[in-house]
Every structure is written in C-alpha cells, then in structure tokens.
C-alpha cells in the first residue's frame, strides 16, 4: 500500500466521524424536544392546556422519538467504533515509526561499536580454547595421577601379601608395618 492510501481513509474516517457526531447530537436534540413535548402534553400547566392537542399527535410522536433514540444510539455505537479504529490506525502507524527508529538505533549502535564487538568476540573466542584446553590438561594430569595411584596401590598390595599381613583388616595391616620407635 501507499502512503496515499492510509491518509485518505484516515480524512474519510474522520469526515464520517464528524457527520455522525453532528448527525447523533442533532437527533438527541430532536429527541429531548420530542419527550418535552410529550411531557407537556401530559400535564396540566395551568393556562396552557396542550393534553388535547398533543394527545391527538402522540401517536406520531411516540414512534418518530423511539426511531430518533434508535439513531442516536447506533451513531455513538459507529461513532465509538470509528475512533476505535482510529486509534488503532495510529497505533499502527506508531508502531511502525518505532520499528523504522529501532532499526536507525541498532545500525548506529553496531556502527559504533561494530569493531570493538567483533574483537571481543575475537577474545572471547581465544579466551575460550585457551580454557578447553587447560581443562583437557588438568584432566589429562588426574587421569594420569589416578593411575599412578593405581599402580602403587597394586604394588603396596603385592608387599602385602609378600608378608602374609591380611589385606581386610587395613588398620591392623598398617600398624604392623609401622615402625615401632615405642
């Protein structure tokens, strides 16, 4: 769509709102005029009598003001729902300049700082296989340990057993090998 499509159907709406805004106070008007009318006619104000006259014209009366109170309430009804539209319109087209100005911003932004960011992303990266790789070496270093471990574990078993001192009862076991200064 155009830019031409928007603002003519924003001036038709506001042109149709205004006629019915004019349109909805002409007809309470008529329609206040109407049940005074009839009010008058229903009673005695003294020196102006209007019951017999007005009584006759109730009939019509009567029907034209249910049909103007009909219109004044379907017209606030459009009435409402054009403004609804309206700002909705606008929303819209806030909307859209928010998102025109968040993509100025962002662009400026990664201007200024595209650089900079990428070489910290740079650093980060460097930073990040320099930490792998530590960790692989420190767990390459326990691995290693663990098995050494093992491995004299396997030969203080084998000295063990060399002197017959029972392997289940450790305490004991090492206390016997202790050297006894005492």
Request: charged share 25%; no cysteine.
């Amino acid at each position: 769509m155009s830019k031409a499509d928007p603002e003519k159907s924003s001036a038709s709406a506001n042109k149709m709102a205004s006629i019915l805004s004019h349109l909805s106070i002409a007809v309470q008007i008529l329609s206040l005029i109407l049940v005074l009318v009839l009010f008058a006619g229903a009673l005695d104000l003294g020196v102006v009598d209007l019951r017999a006259t007005i009584s006759s014209f109730s009939i019509i009366i009567l029907p034209i003001f249910a049909v103007f109170a009909l219109v004044a309430i379907f017209s606030q009804m459009k009435l409402a729902a054009l403004k609804a539209a309206s700002v909705h319109a606008k929303g819209a087209e806030t909307e859209a300049l928010v998102n025109e100005t968040k993509g100025v911003v962002e662009s400026k932004i990664q201007e200024y700082l595209g650089t900079e960011h990428e070489r910290l992303k740079a650093e980060h990266e460097k930073m990040s296989e320099f930490l792998k790789e530590l960790e692989k070496q420190e767990q390459e270093r326990l691995v290693q340990e663990v098995e050494e471990l093992k491995a004299e574990n396997t030969e203080l078993k084998e000295r063990l057993s060399m002197k017959n001192v029972p392997i289940n009862d450790e305490l004991s076991a090492v206390d016997e090998l202790a050297p006894t200064g005492t």
